[in-house]
């Protein structure tokens, strides 16, 4: 299934349900970008219209953090981001590892927003031995044979797989295996992981179908000139029961 879900009951242990959860980064960067412009205190309705959030269901959210802003004032900036960071367990470091340092590995490990959002890419793997050493971002790639090692050796719990589709599940088992706990995948497959192993996917591709689909909606919607069209979408119209994932592409 092309799903960004992860494999988690739809409530958390602390009782902050996982689509609240899924948007907290969402108000996060809306948060950021207040705190960067020195701004202390944002309504309810300003920081729903950034984050691009309904403002009652972003009210419910924050009631989950036990957030209630002040009335006439709103929600203080920099508490906010405290608060949101501490729930994302992000005030303290995470170390990443990237496994398949090709095109999209390469990219990422040169992506420089990991580090100011608490992730440090500590290792990067890959199974072709003359990559072995050569640096990609200022880091030495290093052989797949010592996976489990690099692991182990920087305790890390977060894994990025950026491997060919065919690779992905045999690289995720030797993480898993070594105590990867997290998975972020961006190869074309669906990945089975024990009980206990979040795995969220990646996938331009799937976004850019849905986008196709909603093209060719509005294509037709011209061509017959229905302004307001009810213009069915198939059964499954590429949307999950949340609406924002997906769940099924079209063959
Ligand atoms: N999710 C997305 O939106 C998205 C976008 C682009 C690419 N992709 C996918 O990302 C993956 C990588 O794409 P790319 O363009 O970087 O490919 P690439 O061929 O440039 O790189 C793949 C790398 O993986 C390495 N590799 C192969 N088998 C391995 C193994 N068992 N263990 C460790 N490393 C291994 C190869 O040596 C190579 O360096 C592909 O699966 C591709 O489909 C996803």
């Not at 589709?165 to 024990?194: E, H, M």
Request: glycine fraction near 10%.
């Amino acid at each position: 299934m092309a799903t960004g879900r992860t494999h988690r009951p739809a409530t958390r242990s602390r009782g902050i349900p996982e689509a609240t959860v899924a948007r907290l980064p969402l108000y996060l960067r809306a948060l950021t970008a207040l705190s960067e412009r020195s701004v202390p205190t944002v309504s309810s309705e300003e920081l729903a219209a950034a984050a691009g959030v309904n403002s009652a269901k972003l009210r419910k959210d924050f009631s989950y953090l036990g957030s209630y802003g002040t009335r006439g004032v709103g929600y203080d900036v920099e508490y906010l981001v405290y608060q949101i960071s501490r729930e994302l367990g992000l005030t303290q470091d995470w170390p990443v590892v990237i496994v398949g340092i090709g095109n999209l590995g390469a990219a990422l490990a040169n992506y420089g927003g990991f580090a100011s959002r608490g992730f440090r890419v500590a290792a990067l793997i890959d199974a072709d031995p003359a990559m072995a050493g050569k640096p990609v971002a200022g880091i030495p790639v290093q052989h797949t044979d010592d996976l489990e090692k690099i692991i182990d050796d920087n305790g890390v719990s977060i894994g990025v797989i950026a491997t060919p589709a065919g690779a992905a599940q045999q690289v995720c088992d030797r993480l898993v295996a070594a105590g990867v706990t997290s998975i972020l995948n961006f190869a074309p497959t669906v990945l089975s992981v024990p009980d206990g192993v979040d795995v969220r996917k990646v996938d331009l591709s799937i976004e850019l179908q849905i986008l196709a689909f909603h093209e060719q909606r509005k294509a037709g919607e011209e061509a017959t000139g229905e302004s307001e069209a009810v213009v069915r979408a198939p059964k499954d119209s590429g949307k999950g029961p949340d609406g924002d994932v997906p769940a099924v592409m079209p063959a």
